[in-house]
């Protein structure tokens, strides 16, 4: 879970990069919506809005690419299709299937 501090400097940076104020109270309302995810998921969310936005992006569009992110973290620990990924149950079923 992201802490107060984390968010903040994550947004900042991102305000910094499109010359925009962060405001308390603009502030307040992302971190409500921002605060569950994972640190690591949010930094490389924003890190990829940092070189593809051309304004400071609106919630539902960081969350929507930490979202991605997340996948991106997933497909790669995990693997595409990775049968060694699935828990025994689900690879019974595969097997069982063919």
């Known amino acids: 879970m992201a802490n107060r501090e984390m968010i903040f400097n994550e947004l900042q940076r991102l ?9 308390e109270s603009l502030f307040d309302e992302y971190f409500d ?6 640190p690591e998921d949010l930094k490389n969310g924003i890190k990829k809005l940092v070189t593809t936005t051309k304004w400071f992006p609106k919630i539902p569009e ?37």
């Open 15 to 23: 305000a910094d990069v499109h010359r925009t104020k962060l405001n």
């Open 33 to 38: 919506s921002l605060c569950q995810y994972d």
């Open 62 to 98: 960081i969350i929507e690419a930490v979202e991605e992110a997340i996948i991106t973290r997933l497909i790669t620990v995990y693997g595409r299709g990775n049968m060694n990924a699935l828990p025994e149950k689900e690879k019974e079923k595969e097997k069982e299937a063919f």
